[in-house]
């Protein structure tokens, strides 16, 4: 299995600011992978990071809105920037491990 | 285009009860299939891994199984109890490393 820590686990956030997520794995992992998942809907992937190269990111998600940073095989962020209310959500990182992916506890935003 | 379907979206079961949860996806070329749980508000939690070459897996009372040529996994829970209650999604991965497409998902009640 993988430990995956997020921090924070949730905030409340104005409108226009913007929120930086933390995603610290265990060992080190080559991808790691951001989703979004907006209440009542299931998960969407944002973008997947890669270590010293930028994010790929999938259609309809931008890296103005979503900028993220992977300074290490154990670390990544996630800002969300000037947020909306259209941005409360719940944001997962993930990782895969001997093919089996595994996903952090989740950062609930709500953008007022 | 990949899309996963699970049936039934709710289900509301008593205590003791064997129950079948279903996920059905349109492309049969996929990698593996994962069953997550996921509590109110939080991450997921992996429950079954099964790849393309595999027809079931087990965990204590979980059994997965995976049809692919039919595009269908389904999850059956053995004498379910009420702190089985969560939501359960079905993803699949159409290669080792890439996104996974998540279902909707199917929020199971146990009422003691």
């Known amino acids: 299995s993988a430990v995956i820590s997020q921090k924070p686990s949730r905030d409340i956030c104005q409108r226009g600011t913007s929120l930086t997520i933390q995603c610290q794995v265990d060992?080190?992992?080559?991808?790691m992978f951001w989703y979004r998942q907006q209440p009542g809907q299931s998960l969407t992937l944002i973008a997947t990071?890669?270590?010293?190269?930028?994010?790929?990111?999938e259609s309809g998600f931008v890296i103005d809105k979503f900028p993220i940073s992977r300074p290490n095989l154990t670390f990544s962020t996630l800002t969300v920037s000037n947020m909306s209310p259209e941005d409360s959500s719940i944001y997962l990182c993930?990782?895969?491990?001997?093919?089996?992916?595994?996903f952090g506890q989740g950062t609930r935003l709500t953008v007022v | 285009k990949q899309e996963v379907t699970q049936i039934p979206a709710a289900l509301s079961v008593p205590e003791g009860e064997n129950l079948v949860l279903n996920c059905s996806f349109t492309?049969?070329?996929?990698?593996?299939l994962q069953w997550f749980r996921q509590d109110p508000g939080k991450g997921l939690t992996s429950l079954l891994l099964?790849?393309?070459?595999?027809r079931e897996q087990t965990s204590g009372r979980l059994n997965a199984s995976l049809d692919k040529s039919s595009g269908r996994s389904t999850l059956y829970i053995a004498a379910s109890q009420p702190g089985d209650s969560a939501t359960y999604l079905c993803?699949?991965?159409?290669?080792?490393?890439?996104?996974?497409?998540f279902g909707q998902g199917t929020e199971l009640s146990v009422k003691p």
């Open positions: 993930s990782v895969e491990r001997s093919t089996e992916a595994f």
């Open positions: 060992s080190q992992v080559t991808m």
């Open positions: 990071a890669n270590q010293g190269s930028e994010a790929t990111y």
């Open positions: 492309d049969s070329a996929i990698y593996n």
């Open positions: 099964i790849q393309s070459s595999q």
């Open positions: 993803a699949v991965s159409s290669n080792q490393g890439g996104k996974l497409i």
